[in-house]
């Protein structure tokens, strides 16, 4: 039982109501998160309630929620304004699973449901848990989680630098010494974050033991397997397509009765491709089993962008199999 102002749906009729609202276990919950607000929708009873997105408000959603004890909570990806609340359910072993809003909103758009509001954002999210049941979601150890933190601040360095180099290139001679300046800048701190990483992973035994048998594979330096640890937690869990699928670099086909397309990319996780990518060019050059495996591509007549990311795939195939099996890089294990 709920006390408060909820927003029940009755027949596809929407009524506000004061009150006591009942609310069954084991349901489905959508929980739309915005900077200031969490809307959230229960199915199948159609109750929607709203709380402030802050440590009082998540605080008194967590107590309702450990009462009801929820099938599935989920949440979606909103650029960090979700943390706090994933954090706080993760806690109390409620299961949550956070979506990508790309995926909610094509299926919001195969629902028929083309408006969009924060209310029906948080509808069609628990819609989509209860039809998907998408798979809960384990919050990261607290080493993970700070590394995460530092490698998305390189990430962010990385990308402003290049903006001013770019910029820096074809600017007045004047700005060019201030130019010079803020690069400097930016070296400055990335530096600062590597140092700030190695000893992260230096003081946490089971991210060190990873970082080394990641390490052991011709490509894999410090910046990759960093970046590997921290944005690819699933490393060694999953299977070798399903890895291969989250990065990214797996293909699809694209046939469809007497039209055949061509097999693509599509989707995942694209800091950690973008990493992939710059250590497979090292890697088809000092790694002998991909540098075989790229020059028999070509001599198959793959173009030279085909070929890269079959390699790509093979890595990360590879990595994680070392991750699993708890072994360094061998050519046998290629």
Known sequence: MVQGRAVVEDTGQKSSVRGEVKVMGGGFIGIDVSKGQLDVAFRPEGVHLQVSNDPRGIARLVRMLERWQPALVVLEASGGYEALLFERLSAKQIPVALLNPRHVRQFARASGRMAK???IDAVVLAHFAEVMKPEPRRLADEETRKLRILVGRRYQLI?????EL?????????LREGFTATIRCFKKQIANIDKQVLALIQAAPELCAKAELLRSTPGIGAVASSTLLARLPELGTLDRKRIAALVGVAPFN???GKLKGKRAIWGGRSDVRAVLYM?????IRRNPVLQDFYQRLRRAGKTSKKALTACMRKLIVTLNALIRHRTPWAPATC
């Open 166 to 174: 770019n910029r820096q290139s074809h600017s007045l001679a004047a």
């Open 254 to 256: 694209r046939d469809s």
């Open 117 to 119: 509001t924060d209310a």
């Open 279 to 283: 250590s497979t060019l090292v890697a």
């Open 159 to 163: 990308q402003m630098m290049t903006a």
